[in-house]
């Protein structure tokens, strides 16, 4: 079946705009996640769902950052006034049920560049 | 500070060989650890996994040694092949802590023909 998709695939803007980056799991899953990977670093926590509500948001670096899942299913990770050191790849992954010992599936990313 | 690290940005290995690849921990809260392999351009994919309870589970070619007094794991690729070339991360996760993985920075693997 498919995977998790992520949209764009990159995404380039100018310092203080904003992005909108969206994430499809994989259909069933209940728990989704973000995480962002800057150069040379491994994935970061940012914030994750389960079903349509936030079960954990302390990832997020600031109130820049936000993140829903309305119908719980597609999430979308939004970020205002843009800034250089927002630029990153974004990960999104979901898994069947809310567990660590769940394996995550993840997306390619996006790769976001902020000029 | 990073609680999981992996000091080897980089490991070349000689396919048929044995390939290393260690990671160590700082938390002791942890229970559950993982390797995830990425491939440029796509997003990590699980790879093996170890509760605390174990020193060592096998999958394979690749087995993962956990050794909790020093807080130390190590994956092993046995014989590595031209194929695992990828970068390697080692994740770990606090029990009932609800999925966050911690990650640490990656070893890139390269096995040469």
């Known amino acids: 079946g498919a995977g998790v998709s992520q949209t764009p695939s990159n995404k380039v803007t100018e310092k203080g705009k904003y992005v909108e980056l969206r994430c499809d799991p994989i259909?069933?899953?209940?728990?989704l996640y973000w995480y962002r990977q800057s150069l040379g670093q491994g994935p970061e926590f940012l914030i994750y769902f389960q079903g349509t509500g936030a079960a954990d948001d302390s990832g997020l670096p600031n109130d820049r950052f936000f993140a829903v899942r309305p119908e719980g299913s597609v999430s979308t990770l939004k970020i205002q006034r843009t800034e250089r050191g927002d630029s990153a790849v974004y990960l999104c992954?979901?898994?069947?049920?809310?567990?660590?010992?769940?394996?995550?599936?993840f997306g390619p990313g996006t790769r976001l560049t902020v000029l | 500070d990073q609680q999981v690290k992996q000091n080897s940005p980089s490991l070349s290995v000689q396919e048929g060989r044995i390939s290393i690849l260690n990671c160590d921990y700082t938390n002791s809260m942890f229970d559950y650890f993982l390797w995830y392999k990425k491939y440029p351009a796509e997003g990590p994919t699980f790879l093996i996994s170890i509760s605390s309870i174990k020193d060592k589970n096998e999958d394979g070619r690749f087995t993962v040694f956990l050794n909790k007094s020093a807080k130390h794991l190590s994956l092993h690729i046995v014989p590595s092949q031209p194929g695992d070339s990828a970068v390697y991360f080692c994740a770990a996760i606090v029990g009932g802590s609800q999925g966050n993985l911690i990650f640490g920075k990656g070893t890139k693997l390269s096995v040469k023909p």
């Open positions: 259909s069933g899953h209940t728990a």
């Open positions: 992954a979901s898994s069947p049920i809310v567990s660590g010992l769940d394996e995550q599936f």
